[in-house]
């Protein structure tokens, strides 16, 4: 099996700074895509930003300019560092992992646990 254990979340005033972690363990073969994703109660979750194993970003306009997402191959982790916060930016971020767990069998999504993130006024 397969855990993703988040960590970082918290409350900052606007303006501020909070950065996540999220790290892999389990039985692993390779890690593809990161992610995060942000949901709110009753909505949808959505993409906030991605990296490929090669380094290669996607992000939500919202998070642009402001979020930087960085990988570590060798400790299967993921980071979200959030920058110049804002109150829209409060919501529950998840982590993503589209892991292989042996070759050549297909990738398998896992989801962090959750950790809130509160940007007050």
């Known amino acids: 099996q397969v855990q993703l254990v988040e960590s970082g979340g918290g409350w900052v005033q606007a303006g501020g700074s909070l950065r996540l972690s999220c790290a892999a363990s389990?039985?692993?073969?390779?890690?593809?895509?990161m992610g995060w994703y942000r949901q709110a109660p009753g909505n949808q979750r959505e993409l906030v930003a991605t990296?490929?194993?090669?380094?290669?970003?996607n992000y939500a306009d919202s998070a642009k300019g402001r979020f930087t997402i960085t990988r570590d191959n060798a400790k299967n982790t993921v980071s979200l560092q959030m920058n110049s916060l804002k109150p829209e930016d409060t919501d529950v971020y998840y982590c993503?992992?589209?892991?292989?767990?042996?070759?050549?069998?297909?990738?398998?999504?896992?989801w962090g646990q959750g950790t809130q993130v509160t940007v007050s006024s």
């Open positions: 993503h992992f589209d892991v292989t767990r042996a070759w050549p069998r297909p990738p398998i999504d896992y």
């Open positions: 389990g039985s692993i073969f390779n890690i593809n895509n």
């Open positions: 990296i490929t194993r090669g380094g290669s970003t």
